[in-house]
């Protein structure tokens, strides 16, 4: 079920996603994401699945609140204290880690994650692991298996050579890509992921996502003012490219 608010969002292909990360459980750093994400007009915050930040962030802001994990009993204890929706991902925390997720392996988390929480609004992650025609393949089955909503990755696969704009834009190619043909390959919103700026939003929009995910551009400054500052350049070249887009259309 998808969410009124969210669903406008993607209609509108204007949808910002600030991302706190799936294994910070830190209230601290938690506390300042979501605040920045309200105060400089993002969509809506993920957290990590657990029910204390989610009330955590319910007392901080009135935007939704999606909940990533990979597994379906904790994305329910968190929808229980409150989350909107759920994102089965955020994957780039485990890769350190050296785990791997198999396309097997997030099909049949996104089948349980429908049978415990049937009516939820989902959001089904990728994995960049998979190589980019298994990665439309996955798409597919997952839109079928019941997700609202399919996130791309990739940022942390890219290895840019260049700084500057150059580097941006490889550093998004990856995400870029999967975004471009997973969005023709399905018929529910792609969400556009993973090592992205505000150089590479518009590219992201223009490739067919209907919104964007942002996370460590954001989550790693350790200033209150620049993180707001961060999300309201977001928000801007969000709000750009969809301009662009709807005038071409």
């Not at 935007?63 to 229980?80: E, F, G, K, N, T």
Request: proline share 5%; with cysteine; net charge negative.
């Amino acid at each position: 079920m998808l969410n009124p608010r969210l669903l406008s969002s993607l209609h509108q292909r204007s949808l910002l996603k600030v991302i706190s990360g799936l294994q910070n459980f830190d209230r601290d750093r938690v506390a300042a994401v979501v605040q920045a994400a309200d105060r400089g007009g993002a969509t809506l915050v993920d957290i990590a699945a657990d029910p204390e930040l989610v009330k955590l962030a319910r007392s901080l802001t009135p935007l939704p609140i999606c909940v990533s994990a990979v597994d379906p009993q904790r994305l329910r204890q968190a929808v229980a204290a409150g989350a909107d929706l759920v994102e089965i991902g955020n994957y780039d925390s485990f890769y350190s880690q050296g785990r791997i997720f198999s396309a097997p392996e997030v099909l049949e988390l996104t089948q349980q994650t429908r049978d415990v929480l049937p009516d939820i609004m989902l959001s089904v992650t990728v994995p960049h692991t998979l190589p980019l025609d298994g990665q439309v393949e996955l798409a597919e089955q997952l839109a079928i298996a019941g997700a609202d909503v399919i996130q791309t990755e990739g940022g942390t696969s890219s290895a840019p050579r260049h700084s500057g704009t150059w580097g941006l834009i490889e550093k998004a190619a990856p995400t870029l890509a999967a975004a471009y043909e997973i969005s023709r390959a399905v018929e529910i919103p792609v969400l556009c992921a993973s090592g992205l700026s505000t150089v590479t939003i518009p590219l992201a929009i223009a490739a067919g996502a209907s919104g964007v995910g942002v996370g460590s551009a954001i989550n790693q400054l350790n200033s209150s003012v620049a993180m707001v500052a961060a999300v309201r350049a977001l928000v801007e070249s969000l709000q750009g490219s969809g301009q662009r887009v709807s005038s071409k259309g």
